[in-house]
């Protein structure tokens, strides 16, 4: 059974940071490409970040390239996702998700992920 657990969302002011983090077994950190997705209100769930399962490779949106930055800790079985210059219209709930699929296009896209954690809110106020 692959187990997702994220944690560290929160409130915060617009130009903050916050960095959340997704916990996972270690047979799903060794095999699986990870990634990071986010449902704002009212919206579409949408692709945030990925990584691959050698850590070769990192993929970001548009939206937030440059500002969030996705690592994965071996040692630890964790993935983060560390997000700086926080705005409003990062406002959402954030998803860890695990995939084997491989490459840009699979890695962007949230129904090649078969696991799921359950999300993290976080708000940025203005």
């Known amino acids: 059974q692959v187990q997702l657990v994220e944690s560290g969302g929160g409130l915060v002011q617009a130009g903050g940071s916050l960095r959340l983090s997704c916990a996972t077994s270690e047979r799903t950190f060794v095999k699986y490409a990870m990634g990071w997705f986010r449902r704002a209100p009212g919206k579409e769930r949408e692709f945030v970040a990925a990584?691959?399962?050698?850590?070769?490779?990192?993929y970001y949106a548009d939206s937030v390239k440059d500002r969030f930055t996705i690592s994965r800790d071996y040692a630890r079985n964790m993935v983060f996702l560390q997000m700086n210059s926080l705005k409003p219209a990062d406002t959402a709930v954030y998803y860890c998700?695990?995939?084997?699929?491989?490459?840009?296009?699979?890695?962007?896209?949230?129904?090649?992920?078969?696991?799921w954690g359950q999300g993290t809110q976080v708000t940025v106020s203005s």
């Open positions: 998700a695990a995939t084997q699929w491989v490459g840009i296009s699979a890695l962007r896209n949230q129904e090649r992920y078969g696991y």
């Open positions: 990584i691959t399962w050698t850590a070769g490779n990192t």
